[in-house]
Nanobody, 114 residues
Framework: VQLQASGGGLVQPGGSLKLSCAAS????????MGWYRQAPTRQREFVAT???????NYADSVKGRFTFSRDNAKNTVTLQMNSLKPEDTAVYYC?????????WGQGTQVTVSS
């Protein structure tokens, strides 16, 4: 399984960004997919997850602002991030779970700054 993340960038506070993560390889075996993020000097933290059936779970810090969706036909997940705050600044990593194993994409930088 290979994961390719895209969509990061620089945005002002209150703005929006959309992150995408495309899966390739043994994609039929992928169960849950999700995002973690890591800011400088901080540990990697959970952002959101989505099951193969489309059920979502979000970190409290992003609930109501982020929306996570999945297109199984395109093997892609999308994280729509609205009302961004400076504290959302981090490198965002997508993952895909196959049984007990996690596969990670490369990170994409999100910077929220005026």
């Amino acid at each position: 399984v290979q994961l390719q993340a895209s969509g990061g960038g620089l945005v002002q506070p209150g703005g929006s960004l959309k992150l995408s993560c495309a899966a390739s390889g043994s994609i039929s075996s992928i169960g849950a997919m999700g995002w973690y993020r890591q800011a400088p000097t901080r540990q990697r933290e959970f952002v959101a997850t989505i099951t193969s059936g489309g059920n979502t779970n979000y970190a409290d810090s992003v609930k109501g602002r982020f929306t996570f969706s999945r297109d199984n036909a395109k093997n892609t997940v999308t994280l729509q991030m609205n009302s961004l705050k400076p504290e959302d600044t981090a490198v965002y990593y997508c993952y895909g779970q196959v049984s007990a194993r996690f596969y990670w994409g490369q990170g994409t930088q999100v910077t929220v700054s005026s």
